[in-house]
């Protein structure tokens, strides 16, 4: 009986674990398919020394590479398939999206170029889901993307 009540307490206790990880994870979703489409983009551009492309779709909430010949890449990500677009969970909402210091949340479109000298475009995204924010930027120079709390 001891042991039978212990396996529940613990079992119980876990549950607000295990509902915060499947209530974050359309959030964690977009934001680390975002990063791999960019590392993807960035990694093709130098590969093949050819400008490849971004296309965000905020209203729809989509994302894919674009453009060049190789655009299919190894997976970084254990387990998965490599992710060259994605639509985003309803409950993720793209909050804001600059490039090159103009405003495209509301856009049908927008495009980030990365270039074969290993630069991109200047770009800001933010995501909300649920009263949490994220805000994913990439480093012009470098065209790698980084992640941020936002509030």
Do not use: W
Request: charge should be negative.
């Amino acid at each position: 009986m001891m042991v039978v009540a212990i396996i529940g307490l613990m079992m119980a206790t876990g549950v607000p674990a295990i509902l915060s990880v499947t209530r974050e994870a359309p959030m964690r979703r977009a934001v680390n398919d975002v990063v791999e489409i960019c590392s993807h983009a960035r990694a093709q551009a130098i590969l093949h020394e050819q400008t490849m492309t971004v296309v965000f779709h905020p209203r729809v909430r989509e994302v894919a590479l674009s453009g060049g010949a190789g655009t299919s890449g190894p997976p970084t990500r254990v387990g998965r398939a490599a992710v060259n677009a994605a639509t985003f969970d309803p409950s993720v909402v793209i909050e804001g999206l600059g490039i090159n210091n103009f405003d495209y949340t509301e856009s049908d479109e927008a495009r980030v170029r990365f270039f074969s000298n290993g630069t991109s475009d200047e770009m800001t995204l933010v995501l909300s889901s649920g009263g949490e924010y994220r805000k994913i930027t990439l480093e012009v120079t470098t065209a790698l993307a980084s992640v941020g709390s936002v509030r």
